[in-house]
């Protein structure tokens, strides 16, 4: 008896359950059927960091992208469409990113896909693309195994890398190799896949050059550090003359302001922070660069500069920026603007929207874009253009401070190219 | 009572016909909630029949997710992968139920809490295994092989949503005749009156042991489901924060219902992928909603439908 | 060895400050569990709200340092009156997961809330003038704002010592968290009694947020990253022990120190090991009765 009723009352609870789902989906469908046709404008999906430690980056690729569409819709848009822009958060997480892009292709529409801040999201991204069907232009993720390994080695096509990417961190290397004071290099680094691409090609540059440099310590600060003083403190113990750090925006202000306040630039002879060009860490240092507080020993390299290089183009592109949202670009703003304009470039040339036509079109293509002449390598789609490394100084012609002393080494001797050795991904 | 069957029936059969009239997006939604349901509902025979709340629940989530990624990373096979994918999760309930079920109240949810967080913790930092901060990724949906008779390539969503649909429905089954056994009933007393089950000379914590294991099976299918849906598997889902989802949608749905979780999976996902086609901030509603829930609806959805609702249409 | 020495020596202080982010944080934890019986898992949430109001009072108007960090605690602790009138007062007899998940939505909405006023960037004041430069220790710099950290912590402690045991208030609150019932009888009201240690708990929470902030970055989220390692240390503590969570701050803090110089890889591991040892071996805590 007891056993019917209990029964009876699973089969109540699942029936209910089963109305709420059957509607619940069924009000979906409504809305969802109307979202796609065939010819309406062109939809491009993009994503990055907009929240946490890291947003500005999401919000430069948004402000980026918004600006090239608005110039390119103002003169008729491509192929005579209007383009559309969606921008989602990827909190910088691989099922989040692999998530949005999904339901940026097959619920949203989108035609073409960019952005991605991270490297480990852009290798849970990459592997998804094919079965979209889509093209995904990165604007930030730097690990060199995006473009090495999933389009030269497994030939993932629809994989386009618009940035520069982690060669440009071990710009270090060259940029050192000739100070023979600077022999004991201590790494403070990203407990994920950057952090340890960007030590070890380093190492491995540089010991090129000068087999006399020795490693003398590393310190793994993960995700989300917020007090780096036991990172520091554990690496100043060994004593270095150099230090190599990765963590970026507000984690790469907070370790360099931790790092005056635990007197490191009294100590050593140079500071690389990898990519302290850019714009939002050069803004939360200003106060100390004024200050001189870093005593003209840190160095810093970016993907982009918008002091370099000097172009009409680049010219056009700062003033349109700094006029539309009253800030200095930064290097994923940059991207994401010479993504919109690759695309454009892409589809005209194809003549269609079609993934595979549109990605033959761009393979070898040369794009004249803010950064300098980008060409976009057949092997594996990573756009090859030089970016200098340089002091930071404080300069009185920008309200914030700048990269100065600029080291100027063409792209091509320092990206690495097909076929491709492996770099070690682990510490 | 014929009615109640013939809509149970309905249901079943709509979710079987879903990939006929509904797009990519909806399919890869229902495998979510689908996936949830299963994690909740094994939750819920510790919560809400054995009456003990663990907080580490992700962590044989995480642990049966990167189990059947690393088959899958190896060998081919879906199967296989759900299959390692769910002993491995049962096998590390087990081991570490043996110490977490010694307590009750909130130092078993603060063991199990800890033991998720370690498992978080090697999840994250042991790079060689796990792949570290940036997870497992390039996983294959690799195709449905028994050896010699058949195999079917999972890559078309619908294919992968029939998979799961198939195993959940079949795993509730089961866990509906667990739960409607003697066993269940003992739980049951268990969590009313340990020391009334304890005089009839049963061993109340082997049978916690039993439920715990079980769970963590529940817990395990669920994450196996995850890795050949995403492609990818990261730490996150070994996070505490991610402990709490099951607790979530148990609460939101009713932990005195076999339905309670299923219902509460469906609510969650559908109140998060409306608010969040509006604002970005939809976490800010989900719990204004949590928190109106506990104060005033403490039975959950399911009681209240059940017991407000229906009776009005009875009439 | 010598070397190693001052290494480890060096690497304690520096885990020393951090503990101390982590006591005033799992001290108002431990007070709330024992008096109220409730485990606040949005405690996490008014240490961020801390060191967002201070943000915006010191970085953001310029006001003095000291006064922004008063006026945080001030609104802190407003919220705090808030919540436990209108919510946390009705959970104190329902069952514990009910409990838990009430304050974890709490957290999803704090951590909301603060990207809506404040927007999701992380934000970093200026220093303090007074308060840069460093002694030399060991022959390596250590930051005053350090030492000044260490000594507030430890400040904090002796003050909540002496409340605790010398004032008639702090008796009030011991005989409450020994035996509710009793103390009713006795005339103490309870209602009140509890709004009270639920607003000073915030207001210390709030503390560690707000002393955090010249050094430490302000965004969503840092409580929800401290909440875990406060609830480690009110376990190892012992849970509703206030001495035993100074010790638990500690020990987790100094380990986590040590392990960037020793043992990277299981940093986080080893403190759910501690954590889930005391459980096994010592349930009621290092410190308990």
């Known amino acids: 008896m007891a056993k019917k009723i209990t029964r009876r009352k699973f089969l109540r609870d699942t029936v209910i359950g089963g109305i709420v789902l059957g509607s619940g989906l069924g009000g979906y469908r409504i809305t969802y059927g109307q979202t796609k046709k065939p010819a309406g404008p062109i939809k491009i999906g993009g994503q990055g960091a907009i929240s946490g430690a890291h947003a500005d980056y999401g919000w430069q690729m948004m402000a980026g992208a918004t600006l090239a569409i608005e110039e390119i819709n103002a003169k008729g848009g491509i192929l005579k469409r209007k383009l559309e822009l969606k921008f989602m958060d990827e909190e910088l997480k691989p099922a989040t990113a692999v998530k949005n892009a999904r339901y940026l292709v097959t619920d949203w529409g989108a035609d073409f896909l960019f952005g991605i801040d991270s490297s480990g999201s852009a290798m849970a991204v990459g592997p998804v693309l094919p079965e979209l069907d889509r093209l995904c232009f990165f604007c930030h993720a730097a690990t060199h195994r995006l473009t090495e390994e999933l389009v030269a080695g497994k030939g993932i096509k629809q994989v386009f890398r618009m940035v520069a990417p982690v060669y440009q961190d071990a710009l270090a290397a060259w940029v050192f190799k000739d100070s023979p004071e600077i022999k004991r290099w201590a790494g403070i680094n990203c407990d994920y896949e950057y952090g340890y691409v960007a030590w070890n090609l380093f190492k491995e540059n540089i010991k090129k050059f000068r087999p006399d440099v020795e490693f003398v310590a590393a310190a793994w600060a993960p995700f989300w550090t917020m007090d780096f003083s036991s990172h520091i403190s554990a690496v100043m113990a060994e004593k270095p003359d150099a230090i190599f750090a990765t963590p970026w925006a507000g984690e790469g202000v907070m370790l360099l302001r931790q790092a005056l306040m635990l007197g490191v630039f009294e100590k050593i002879q140079a500071w690389w922070q990898c990519m302290g060009g850019s714009v939002d860490l050069l803004e939360g240092i200003s106060r100390e660069v004024a200050a001189d507080k870093f005593k003209g020993k840190l160095w810093a390299t970016a993907r982009y500069i918008h002091n370099y290089p000097d172009t009409p183009e680049n010219k056009a592109f700062v003033s349109a920026f700094r006029k539309r949202w009253g800030k200095f670009p930064n290097y994923s703003a940059e991207a994401s603007y010479s993504t919109i304009y690759a695309i454009k470039a892409g589809a005209e040339k194809a003549k269609t929207l079609e993934t595979s036509k549109v990605a033959e079109a761009l393979e070898g293509m040369e794009l004249k874009t803010p950064a300098g002449t980008r060409l976009i390598r057949k092997e594996d789609h990573q756009a090859i253009y030089t970016v200098p490394g340089g002091k930071v100084t404080h300069s009185p012609d920008y309200p914030i401070p700048v990269l100065g002393d600029l080291k100027i080494i063409p792209a091509k001797e320092y990206f690495r190219h097909p076929p491709f050795t492996p770099v070690a991904a682990t510490k | 009572m014929k009615l109640k069957y013939f809509l149970l029936g309905a249901l079943i059969l709509f979710l079987f016909i879903l990939p006929i009239f509904s797009g990519k997006y909806i399919l890869y939604m229902t495998i979510h909630i689908l996936l949830l349901s299963v994690f909740a509902l094994g939750f819920n025979l510790l919560l809400g029949y054995t009456g003990l709340l663990s907080f580490g629940q992700a962590g044989f989530f995480a642990i049966g997710a990167y189990a059947c990624a690393k088959i899958l990373l190896v060998t081919p096979s879906l199967l296989l992968g759900t299959i390692v994918g769910v002993i491995s999760g049962g096998v590390a309930a087990l081991l570490l139920g043996y110490l977490c079920v010694r307590h009750t109240r909130i130092y078993f949810s603060m063991l199990t809490l800890s033991f998720g967080m370690m498992i978080y913790s090697l999840a994250w930092k042991w790079r060689e295994v796990t792949g570290g901060d940036d997870g497992l990724v390039g996983i294959p949906r690799a195709p449905f092989k028994i050896p010699g008779i058949l195999s079917i390539n999972m890559n078309p969503m619908e294919n992968y949503y029939y998979y799961v649909l198939v195993i959940s429905l079949l795993s509730i089954y089961v866990l509906y005749r667990i739960v409607h056994s003697p066993f269940g009933l003992t739980l049951k007393g268990i969590r009313d009156s340990e020391n009334r089950v304890a005089y009839a000379g049963i061993s109340v914590r082997n049978y916690r042991l039993l439920s715990f294991t079980i769970a963590g099976l529940y817990a395990g299918l669920a994450g196996s489901f995850l890795p050949p849906l995403e492609n990818t598997v990261t730490p996150p889902i070994a996070h505490w924060t991610h402990s709490a989802e099951p607790v979530m949608v148990t609460l939101l749905g009713g932990i005195h219902t076999f339905s309670g979780p299923m219902v509460g999976s469906i609510i969650f996902y559908i109140i998060k992928d409306i608010i969040v086609r509006y604002t970005q901030f939809w976490l800010v509603w989900f719990g204004a909603i949590i928190v109106f829930l506990v104060l005033l609806f403490r039975g959950g959805v399911v009681i209240f439908l059940t017991e407000r609702i229906w009776p009005l249409f009875k009439r | ?289």
Not at chain 3, 183 to 204: C, D, K, Q, W
Request: aromatic fraction near 16%.
């Open chain 3, 1 to 289: 060895m010598g070397n190693m020495l001052e290494k480890l020596l060096f690497q304690t202080l520096i885990g020393l400050s951090f503990s101390m982010y982590l006591w005033l944080l799992a001290a108002g934890l431990t007070l709330v569990f024992g008096v109220l019986g409730v485990l606040n898992f949005a405690h996490g949430s008014l240490f961020m709200l801390g060191a967002y109001a201070t943000f915006t009072f010191y970085g953001k108007i310029g006001l003095n340092f000291w006064l922004s960090i008063f006026l945080s605690l001030l609104c802190v602790g407003g919220i705090g009156l808030i919540l436990e009138c209108l919510f946390f007062r009705r959970i104190y007899h329902i069952d514990l997961p009910y409990q838990l998940i009430l304050t974890f939505g709490f957290i999803l909405i704090f951590d909301d809330l603060v990207k809506i006023v404040w927007g999701g960037v992380a934000m970093i004041p200026p220093m303090p003038r007074f308060f840069e430069g460093s002694l030399n220790i060991l022959g390596r710099p250590f930051p005053y704002y350090n030492i000044f950290i260490i000594f507030a912590g430890i400040f904090v402690a002796l003050l909540l010592w002496f409340v605790l045991e010398k004032t008639w208030w702090g008796r009030t609150i011991r005989a409450s968290a020994s035996d509710r019932e009793m103390a009713s009888a006795i005339g103490i009201n309870i209602p009140i009694l509890f709004t009270n240690v639920f607003v000073f708990a915030a207001m210390l929470a709030a503390l560690g947020g707000a002393l955090g902030t010249p050094v430490r970055v302000v965004a969503p989220g840092i409580g929800t990253s401290m909440i875990i390692q406060a609830f480690v240390i009110t376990v190892i503590g012992g849970l509703g022990n206030l001495k035993g969570a100074f010790v638990g701050a500690l020990i987790v803090g100094i380990l986590t120190s040590y392990g960037i110089l020793l043992f990277p890889i299981f940093e986080l591991f080893i403190i759910f090991v501690v954590m889930a040892f005391v459980l096994l071996v010592k349930p009621e805590g290092l410190f308990g009765k």
